[in-house]
């Protein structure tokens, strides 16, 4: 769907109540999305782009308002519903990773096929996450265990586990947040790479440096949308991400 709306927000709300104290996370954010677009999710800690992020990953629902993912709409969706769009949707990106460290990249990679509808036989399981890691840039590495990987090659493991089901939207949750300056631009390079292949990128950061790899950036504040910009710096923050990749070959 890389030309249609792939994510839709009409006036969601998020209301969290602990006790007698009620949190608004979210007020009344309407948002769409088109297939291909790369959009970084902004904001200091408390403006609810983490809130945000949950909804759209389908890991929580909006108390109020509706969110269509690829037309359909998914707010009210019981629990298995929902666990069923993630795995066939959606590919998550996480800060931390989130390997299995006992288990082969190969085997990190396979495993949202094993909750998928569709059995595969092992020699398919492994023909298809070979073919995407060798995509992100990891043949070879294939048997290769999680503490026998740098910061840059885990990450990008974790992308290839992403894309494994095909998904409509790549979701990206801090995605540097743990890696050095010099391995977050190859991370954000492989993102940019994936972006121009027609796939669809959605990334919290609330490093602005970062967000200039997107082209699009929504900033939140309070719960609602501040600003939502088309970056006129992309193209500066690519020529630099070649610069600086150069310079660490």
């Known amino acids: 769907m890389n030309n249609g ?21 979210v007020r009344g954010v ?9 959009v970084a999710l902004m904001g200091a800690s408390g403006s609810g782009k983490s809130t945000l992020m949950n909804i759209l990953g389908c890991l929580d629902r909006p108390t109020t308002g509706q969110y269509f993912l690829d037309a359909a709409d998914v ?7 929902l666990a069923d769009i993630r795995n066939s949707k959606i590919g998550f990106v996480f800060q931390n990773f989130n390997l299995l460290p006992r288990t082969s990249a190969r085997e990190n990679v396979e495993l949202p096929l094993l909750y998928g509808p569709h059995r595969l036989t092992n020699a398919e399981l492994r023909a298809k996450a070979d073919a995407v890691l060798a995509s992100v840039g990891l043949s070879g590495r294939e048997e290769h265990y999680p503490s026998e990987l740098s910061g840059g090659q885990q990450q990008r493991v974790a992308i290839a586990r992403a894309l494994i089901n095909s998904p409509e939207v790549i979701l990206a949750d801090e995605p540097t947040g743990n890696l050095d300056s010099g391995t977050s631009i190859e991370i954000m390079g492989a993102f940019q790479q994936l972006n121009d292949r027609g796939i669809t990128v959605v990334m919290v950061t609330h490093e602005p440096d970062i967000a200039t790899y997107a082209k699009r950036n929504v900033v939140m504040r309070d719960g609602m949308v501040l600003n939502d910009l ?10 630099e991400l070649r610069k600086r990749t150069d310079e660490h070959a």
Do not use: P, W
């Open 5 to 25: 709306t792939v994510v839709k927000l009409v006036d969601v709300h998020k209301t969290y109540r602990t006790g007698e104290m009620e949190v608004r996370a």
């Open 30 to 38: 309407s948002l769409e999305i088109e297939g291909g677009e790369f």
């Open 75 to 81: 707010s009210k969706l019981d629990r298995d519903k």
């Open 230 to 239: 088309v970056v006129s710096e992309r193209r500066k923050a690519t020529t």
